[in-house]
């Protein structure tokens, strides 16, 4: 087995008593000595700090920076202002995904894509891959790159003292640079909880200042360190997409529920072709959420979804609910069973349960 | 975290067998810790009889699930009922309040581990 790789943090999170897991190859804590519960609660009611730095940052820079973005992602690039994000996707020619990512516009001609730790490699290989038609330079920025989210209803309040940048006007989904104790980072008012917060890029090496700095002013306001076991609760409510669960390179963009992020009049896209066409033919399948009926029934990732014995669709994610108190769920079924209120079946360890189809996202922040 | 008056499995269960020929089954203090927040536990009707081995229920965390298997042959004279209500219970005090069902024994204890050597396998598994 290779070594696992270790951002910035590892040893803060030794430190702090942290179960670490082998993420994607990367050595992250999935939980604090808190608990998985302890700490989504604390991201719904007060604040939580995740260590998101294994996520993989591709610059792309030149005259041509813009067309390539365009190019390769199916959201409208052109529509972003300077200090904007959005989230987007590298789509194959058939419509599947690549991966999911955030574009940031930092300037006319220069982009920051963030995207998934696991796909880093695949990802800097598809654009580089693509780059040489347009006038543009890509480098993979994710080694030299610390990042950190905080996340949580008083994000604001505890980061504000931390920097001379005011928060405030930075509207959700832009950013701004500046300074947060003293270490020079991109603030982004964005976040995979479905709560108000800030992700905060630096320098790798500077990453534990920041990261000490924000949990010193923090704790006092309830506070906790966050590790990936709440991340997936937490995004799982608010049905945002992981990939490897509701999206991979089987599943097509508008079967994911994606369709707000593909624009297929902005002009060609990778994957548009395909895309037209599935908009055109009514999708056989599609992602629902679902909740089962009884306490005992808890639902897992890829579990299969059946109808008379017969496997008819997959669970993407799934788990007790610590927000809504209900076993909750994802899962592609027959376009036809896609109803609200509708019933599927679930397998779960070669027992067919109930579940019912219920509205999504299971969880809305109230402001 | 290994009391010296319980048997142990490989699979991380306890056995605490008292002079009447019964015993409580509950799951260890590295279970409890490697599950997580538990959430539900799924225990099997009483009068149910097992044999060594054999899987009486499951206990559920948010992250994952995990089988519970009878340290020793046995029929359930009771369960936990108090964890419907507060499967917290396992974490916080996975050998006291924590218990899962209480047998008759019916098999004999020659293959679990004493404390001894379930804490030498626990440490050679976190390492």
Redesign the interface.
């Known amino acids: 087995m290779s070594e696992l790789m270790k951002t910035p943090l590892n040893a803060a999170h030794r430190a702090l008593k942290a179960k670490m897991v082998d993420f994607g190859g990367w050595d992250m804590p999935v939980q604090y000595p808190a608990g998985i519960i302890a700490e989504h609660e604390a991201v719904r009611t007060k604040a939580g700090l995740f260590d998101v730095s294994h996520m993989g940052e591709i610059r792309v820079k030149g005259p041509g920076a813009l067309a390539l973005v365009e190019h390769l992602t199916p959201n409208a690039v052109s529509k972003l202002v300077i200090g904007q994000v959005h989230y987007t996707a590298f789509l194959y020619e058939n419509g599947t995904f690549v991966d999911d990512l955030l574009v940031y516009r930092e300037g006319d001609e220069e982009f920051l894509l963030v995207v998934n730790a696991g796909n880093s490699d695949k990802d800097f290989a598809w654009v580089q891959q693509h780059a040489p038609a347009f006038d543009c330079t890509v480098v993979n920025e994710s080694p030299a790159t610390g990042q950190i989210a905080l996340q949580g209803p008083l994000s604001l309040s505890i980061l504000q003292p931390l920097t001379k940048t005011p928060l405030e006007p930075i509207g959700y989904y832009f950013f701004t640079h500046g300074e947060v104790a003293g270490i020079k980072c991109l603030i982004s008012r964005t976040g995979y909880t479905g709560e108000d917060g800030f992700e905060l890029y630096c320098a790798a090496n500077d990453t534990e200042t920041i990261w000490n700095a924000v949990m010193e002013a923090g704790t006092p306001q309830g506070l906790l360190p966050a590790g990936l076991g709440c991340r997936n609760t937490l995004r799982l409510e608010c049905k945002m997409a992981l990939y490897g669960h509701e999206i991979d390179d089987t599943i097509h963009a508008l079967e994911a529920g994606l369709g707000w992020i593909v624009k297929l009049d902005k002009g060609p896209f990778i994957g548009r072709d395909a895309l037209l066409a599935a908009k055109a033919a009514p999708a056989p399948r599609k992602l629902v959420g679902f909740k089962t009926l009884e306490k005992r029934d808890i639902a897992r990732d890829h579990m299969p979804v059946v109808q008379g014995g017969k496997q008819t669709g997959f669970v993407t994610s799934a788990a007790p609910s610590p927000t809504c108190g209900l076993n909750l769920g994802l899962a592609y079924v027959p376009t036809g069973l896609a109803k609200m209120g509708g019933r599927v079946q679930i397998e779960i360890r070669g027992r067919a349960v109930e579940a019912e189809i219920i509205p999504t996202p299971f969880y809305k922040r109230t402001k | 975290m290994f009391p010296a008056d319980l048997k142990y499995t490989k699979d991380h269960e306890w056995l605490k067998p008292a002079a009447d020929g019964t015993a409580l089954v509950g799951i260890t203090q590295y279970a409890q ?1 490697a599950l ?2 538990v ?2 536990v ?1 225990l099997p009707e009483v009068g149910a009889s097992f044999a060594e081995g054999a899987e009486f229920g ?1 206990v ?6 995990s089988e519970l298997n009878m340290p020793s042959a046995g029929e359930v004279l009771d369960v936990n009922m108090t964890l419907a209500d507060h499967p917290e219970a396992v ?1 916080e005090d996975p050998y006291g309040k924590g218990w899962m069902v209480k047998i008759k024994l019916t098999g004999n204890l020659a293959d679990l581990l004493d404390a001894k050597a379930y804490e030498a396998l626990v440490s050679a598994e976190s390492h």
């Open positions: 810790d997580g927040d959430v539900f799924d499951t559920e965390s948010v992250k994952t699930v974490n």
